[in-house]
RNA sequence: GCCCUGGUAGGGUAAAGGUUAUCCUGAAGCCCUGUGGAGGCUUCGAUAUGAGUUCGAUUCUCGUCCUGGGCCCCA
């Protein structure tokens, strides 16, 4: 006999631990549901062009991707802002600004598994489109630090700002590629690196002077690093965007969080605020949240309209997640063969009020209740042929071993009460 | 793609180059056709996989697959 296993890096999710994901998924959902926004779904594959499109062709080896029978190349999705950014080129364009999207979606990506990292992963993330405002920078960062507080989990936020990188990388070039280069290096941290490319493609003394020192300027008092930043960049509308969101973060409360100039994205589509949260106890995957402003849609076809969005990585979240699922209330229906059908009207009544099950095994009477014992009901009904016959039918509390006589009404009201 | 680690029933384990691979737990059934948790009995269930060495491999060697962890990457 042949067994069959799982597929490398993807997991089997059984009852017990799925109550827990679906607990935490459902919290998330409310509260997002709250902050006005709403589902999206978009299909498991999309065109591999798609992702290229947004990423590049370096991304080909981490993307399952096959051609199907019409000669199409299709991808698994990777990620999930490219397809919602499509979904709104195709459908949304019309739709009243700002719109504001989420989603809870499995994602594929052929990478070598490790702690808090498969290759079939779960994100749960929001985009907002259309507003390209410090208020929706500040929006979408104060929803992603309520969601990870949600989970009882203590996150550390890191922000960053692009535009004024930006600002200061463009007086040293133009040419897209080296600044994509220098981005990377700026955000893996090799400073050393990124000091011999400088003086390799020969930049100006003053401007990598400002941009080492920008890139340098971090700390937990926002309002400090601003005015370091300042004293670099000088008079910078951009920065101003950035202090204005800063304060507006007060305003929801967030007060713990580092700035960070030394943030940066390889890829040019970022536009101003990038954010990562961090937490504790996840070895080298560490980061649970990544955003950051962006404007995806003019590369797919779409008007000059920016965006904001971030993704949680749900399984991340889930394995430093302590909470354990809770328990329904549950009744087992313990009948004999003669009376069983009578059994399973009553399991039917019940069932509107309280998690209710019947034997599908013809269990005689002690093999019932050890079944229940073992299953952990929390009470047995005893269906039998003096209950019938009485039409009173006895409840037995499994945890105290207590039982007591009650009528069909009765037995309703007991269970309704229990909500 | 690279490095380290491990792989014996569903879970946890023992042992050994040589008859039928140990024990606990679990599941199913019976003892027990109206009162569970205990106990007894029965049954089910494993050496990841391929090759090599050998008279003989589950044990030794190598490859593959997979687990866990790290590097790279992280859109």
Redesign the pocket.
């Known amino acids: 006999m042949t067994?069959f296993?799982?597929?490398?890096?993807?997991?089997d999710f059984l009852p017990e631990e799925m109550a827990v994901r679906r607990k935490l998924e459902n919290r998330f959902r409310e509260i997002v549901k709250r902050w006005g926004y709403g589902e999206i779904m978009t299909p498991v594959f999309e065109s591999l062009d798609l992702?290229k499109a947004?990423?590049g062709e370096?991304?080909l080896?981490?993307?399952y991707y096959f051609e199907d029978k019409g000669e199409r190349e299709l991808a698994l999705r990777?990620?999930l802002?490219?397809p919602t950014m499509r979904a709104f080129v195709n459908e949304m364009q019309s739709f009243t600004k700002p719109i504001r999207l989420f989603y809870f979606e499995n994602c594929f990506?052929?990478?070598?598994?490790?702690?808090?990292?498969?290759r079939e992963f779960w994100q749960f993330g929001t985009e907002i489109i259309g507003s390209d405002k410090p208020a929706a920078d500040a929006e979408s960062i104060a929803l992603a630090m309520n969601l990870i507080k949600s989970a009882g989990i203590k996150g550390y936020l890191s922000i960053g700002n692009l535009a004024v990188v930006r600002h200061v990388l463009n007086k040293i070039t133009d040419e897209s590629e080296v600044k994509d280069k220098i981005m990377?290096l700026i955000?893996?941290k090799e400073f050393e690196s990124l000091d011999n490319y400088l003086e390799e493609i020969g930049a100006d003394f003053n401007s990598v002077s400002d941009l080492k020192r920008l890139i340098s300027i971090s700390g937990n008092d926002a309002k400090e690093v601003i005015t370091n930043a300042k004293s670099v960049v000088g008079d910078l509308p951009e920065l101003d965007s950035f202090k204005n969101m800063i304060e507006l973060l007060e305003a929801y409360g967030i007060s713990e969080y580092r700035v960070d100039f030394g943030i940066a994205?390889?890829?040019d589509y970022y536009t101003g605020v990038v954010f990562e949260i961090y937490a504790d106890g996840?070895?080298?995957?560490k980061?649970i949240c990544?955003g950051g402003s962006y404007k995806l849609i003019p590369l797919f076809g779409g008007g000059d309209v920016a965006s904001i969005g971030f993704g949680i990585g749900f399984d991340r979240i889930m394995?430093i997640f302590t909470e354990k699922q809770d328990k329904d209330t549950t009744v087992n229906v313990i009948s004999?063969?003669e009376?069983y059908k009578e059994g399973i009207r009553l399991a039917l009544v019940l069932r509107h009020y309280v998690c209710t099950t019947a034997d599908i095994?013809?269990?005689?009477?002690?093999?019932q209740?050890?079944?229940?014992?073992?299953?952990n009901?929390d009470y047995?009904l005893?269906?039998?042929?003096?209950?019938?016959?009485k039409e009173i039918y006895?409840l037995?509390?499994?945890?105290?071993?207590?039982?007591k006589e009650l009528t069909e009404y009765e037995l309703i009201q007991f269970f309704a009460e229990d909500d």
């Open positions: 067994k296993e799982k597929p490398r890096g993807t997991r992702f947004k990423s370096g991304i080896g981490e993307i990777p990620e802002t490219a990506r052929y990478e070598r598994p490790q702690k808090g990292r498969f990377r955000d893996k994205r390889g890829l996840l070895g080298a995957q980061q990544g394995e004999m063969p009376t095994m013809n269990r005689n009477f002690g093999a209740l050890k079944y229940a014992n073992s299953s009901a047995v005893i269906v039998g042929e003096k209950e019938i016959e006895s037995k509390d499994m945890k105290t071993g207590e039982q």
